[in-house]
Every structure is written in structure tokens, then in C-alpha cells.
């Protein structure tokens, strides 16, 4: 059974800092992984899919890698700001005819400014 | 473009009464997906449906819980009979016909609180 899990569950850093959310998947046959960013009282919004064929995606400040091998996968923020206040969730996809998405239990990111 | 919506956002229940969460999907979207999210826990998958039809429900609890998307209208996530464990926020995501899978649009949730 492919479980998802996300260290750490909350992050306090102080604007401007670089910071790495880890995801961890205990299956390494997965079809691909979404980190999707979810707002207090709102839905959820996907940041990054990484395919298994791939290693890493970019858009904009975010970086997101993807070791399917070992079960890993990272969210790089760089310089990050207020506005990056959330919590990101990390979810994978088993297999091209599965039907849900299998998320993590999230990390809660809190930007000082 | 609307995206998904869901109604009520917050709905507060008795334990005993019955519970009805509506999503409206992504105009043109025909398959609908619900998921609960417990207290300091991850999006649990409950059902997938496509119009008038039930494809996948592995993940809905035996009893008390029923979904439907009936061909005109909102998709329901019914809970009878609710108890205190049933306190959650439940999404609601939805697809086109076409599409993947995994790309997946989520509403805002409801959040049930049984008092």
C-alpha cells in the first residue's frame, strides 16, 4: 500500500530564505507526483507535476526533483516571501488507469517578513 | 471560467442528522472526484463518479456514506446518520472527459463540524 509522507510538517523561516520541503513514497512504481499548494479556506492549487521519466521541474521560484528510485522528492523555494505562506502538499499517482491521487499530510509554511 | 464549486463551505450538524455536500464541477467536466481530509491529516480518496455513474468507490466507508452525480445538477456526497468522526473538510475535484486522471481541478471544500 503506497504511503506519502512529508517532513517537515511545519516550517517558520524568515523572508528571503531558501528552503526545501521533503516528500517521501514508500512505492517506487509511480506514474508521477504533484505538489500542490493549499490556502486557508480554499482549494487546492498544483505547482509542479513531475512525470517518473523525469528528475526535476521548474516554474519561477520553485524547483521540484523527483528520485523515484530511492521514494524522494524535494520542493525548493527560493527566496521566499509572505505570500509563500501555505501549506504544500505532495501527492503521487500510481499508474496511468488509477483513479486517485494519494497525498501527504502537507508541510505548513509560515514567511516572517 | 468557474472553477469547481462546492456548497455549503460550512455546515454544522447535530450527531443523528443527515449531511448533503454539493459540488458543481468545471463547465464541461464529467467526472467528479470526493475526498475527505480528517484533522491533521492528509486528502483521503473517497469516490470517483462520472455522469450517473458510480466508477470507483474503494475508498467510501460501508455504511452511513452515499455519493451520486446524477445527469443534471451537482454531484451529492450524502452522510447519514453523522457522528463526531465525521468532522472534516471534504473536497470535491473534477476532470474533462479526455483528460488524465491525476489532473485533477479541487473545489474549496466543505467544512462539517458534528456537534
Known amino acids: 500500500k503506497q504511503e506519502v509522507t512529508q517532513i517537515p510538517a511545519a516550517l517558520s523561516v524568515p523572508e528571503g530564505e531558501n528552503l526545501v520541503l521533503n516528500c517521501s513514497f514508500t512505492?517506487?512504481?509511480?506514474?508521477?507526483l504533484q505538489w500542490f499548494r493549499q490556502d486557508p479556506g480554499k482549494g487546492l492549487t498544483s505547482l509542479l507535476l513531475?512525470?517518473?521519466?523525469?528528475r526535476e521541474q521548474t516554474s519561477g521560484r520553485l524547483n521540484a526533483s523527483l528520485d523515484k528510485s530511492s521514494g524522494r522528492s524535494t520542493l525548493y523555494i527560493a527566496a521566499s516571501q509572505p505570500g509563500d505562506s501555505a501549506t504544500y502538499l505532495c501527492?503521487?499517482?500510481?499508474?496511468?488507469?488509477?483513479?486517485?491521487?494519494?497525498f501527504g499530510k502537507g508541510t505548513t509554511l509560515s514567511v516572517s517578513s | 471560467n468557474a472553477g469547481v464549486m462546492q456548497n455549503p463551505r460550512h455546515l454544522v450538524r447535530r450527531r443523528g442528522q443527515e449531511a448533503r455536500l454539493r459540488c458543481s464541477p468545471v463547465?464541461?467536466?464529467?467526472?467528479v472526484y470526493w475526498y475527505r481530509q480528517l484533522p491533521e491529516e492528509g486528502l483521503k480518496f473517497m469516490v470517483y463518479l462520472q455522469k450517473e455513474n458510480i466508477i470507483d468507490e474503494s475508498g467510501m466507508p460501508k455504511e452511513r456514506f452515499s455519493a451520486e452525480f446524477p445527469k443534471e445538477g451537482p454531484s451529492i456526497l450524502r452522510i447519514q446518520q453523522v457522528v463526531r468522526g465525521d468532522s472534516a473538510a471534504y473536497f470535491c475535484?473534477?476532470?474533462?472527459?479526455?483528460?488524465?486522471?491525476?489532473?485533477?481541478?479541487f473545489g474549496p471544500g466543505t467544512r462539517l463540524t458534528v456537534t
Open positions: 475535484a473534477s476532470k474533462g472527459p479526455l483528460t488524465p486522471s491525476y489532473e485533477q481541478y
Open positions: 501527492a503521487v499517482f500510481t499508474d496511468q488507469a488509477g483513479t486517485a491521487l494519494i
Open positions: 513531475i512525470q517518473s521519466s523525469q
Open positions: 463547465k464541461g467536466h464529467s467526472h
Open positions: 512505492d517506487s512504481a509511480i506514474y508521477n
